[in-house]
């Protein structure tokens, strides 16, 4: 059972989601007192919710992991590398970009995107919404995309454009392959691509908990999922909350979950991000929101910017590539190599100085 099938009042679980209790181990560990503080009702109230949420756990055998069950995820090292190099990247549409990410985005893995407006966070998720859906004989995933938009900037028409672009390529590409394959004809429709991306729209921080709560059974439904994005993870988070620590301990659980999903599902997550000011060395410079803790809920971390006229791609942390830039371009068609881009790794040496320029905020 899941703390939105309680049986108790719908504004005490909504409450509930809102102050970060995901599940009922976290609710359960609570106190009367702590609990009736974070939702703002009475003790009484609290230890009756309390009482609901011992009888389902217990119920439901979630007291605490047995040692078996434990034992029963044990791996050991070579067959974890195996499991790695096995794994399949999702194409960004830019062949620098999947350079320096060691061939494009991962499954199992969080990877955080983060830059300035305009500079192609957007464009760069629908694409891959798009590009995890190219078939298997054409050397992609053949699978769909989850697409939770908090800012309401995906635009459908945009989508169809990126998806006409990406079967363009395909044909450019293997030009004799699709005539041999019908099946793999009627997938290289932009239609077909549109239709295999669930589109959720968020309103506020409390539909979002809601929705990433709501992944794991509709995931289980969709088996199919190979990407999860969301564009922004921070946008409500920024505008709703007042209270930090509790902003804090509330992403700190998404992110966990996001985690655990990305892993028991084989599949990416990504989480687009914005930037904010921060003032730093006696000037004001743009960071990723959220804060310095926020960036330990990724596995690798993407920092999009402006180079003069030029976009590129700085992967600021991943746990086993090293620190590199890339140039990209945002076309008609998506994201796409830059114009004169030789498509080679490229170690950028002078980054932390390039970026303190780059990123200075213009008075």
């Given amino acids: 059972m899941e703390i939105a099938d309680l049986p108790i009042a719908t504004s005490h679980r909504a409450n509930l989601l809102a102050a970060g209790y995901s599940s009922l181990a976290a609710l359960s560990a609570a106190s009367p007192p702590r609990l009736a503080r974070d939702l703002s009702i009475e003790v009484h109230e609290a230890e009756e919710i309390l009482k609901v949420a011992v009888g389902a756990n217990k119920s439901k055998g979630a007291d ?15 067959d974890m590398l195996s499991d790695e190099q096995s794994r399949r990247h999702i194409n960004t549409g830019s062949a620098d970009l999947n350079n320096i ?18 500079v192609g966070k957007t464009q760069l998720g629908i694409q891959l919404a798009i590009n995890v859906q190219i078939p298997v004989e054409y050397g992609g995933l053949g699978g769909k995309a989850v697409y939770i938009d908090t800012e309401g900037s995906f635009m459908v028409e945009r989508v169809y454009q990126i998806a006409e672009g990406c079967i363009s390529d395909i044909l450019e590409y293997f030009p004799h392959c699709h005539d041999k394959a019908p099946a793999g004809q009627e997938k290289l429709k932009p239609e077909s691509f549109l239709a295999d991306i669930y589109y959720f729209r968020i309103c506020s921080y409390t539909e979002q908990i809601a929705v990433i709560n709501y992944l794991e059974k509709f995931l ?70 959220l804060g310095d803790s926020w960036s330990h809920s990724c596995t690798n971390r993407l920092i999009l910017y402006w180079n003069g006229n030029e976009r590129y791609g700085y992967l600021d942390k991943s746990p086993s590539l090293p620190v590199a830039s890339a140039p990209y371009a945002v076309t008609v068609k998506g994201v796409r190599d830059a114009v004169n881009s030789n498509s080679k790794r490229v170690r950028f040496l002078v980054m932390p100085s390039c970026v303190n320029w780059v990123l200075v905020l213009e008075q």
């Fill in 64 to 78: 605490g992991p047995s040692t078996s069950s434990v034992l029963k995820g044990v791996q050991n090292a070579w």
């Fill in 220 to 289: 289980g439904e969709h088996k199919d999922v190979r990407i999860v994005i969301i564009d922004s993870v921070t946008f409500h988070f920024r505008q709703d909350f007042d209270d930090m620590a509790l902003r804090t301990r509330v992403l700190s659980g998404l992110s966990l979950k996001l985690m655990k999903l990305s892993k028991a599902y084989n599949l990416a997550v990504v989480l687009l991000n914005q930037v904010t000011t921060k003032f730093t060395e006696g000037s004001f410079q743009l960071t990723l929101a």
């Fill in 101 to 118: 990410l060691g061939g494009g985005i991962h499954c199992k893995e969080v990877t955080e995107i983060g830059g300035v407006p305009g």
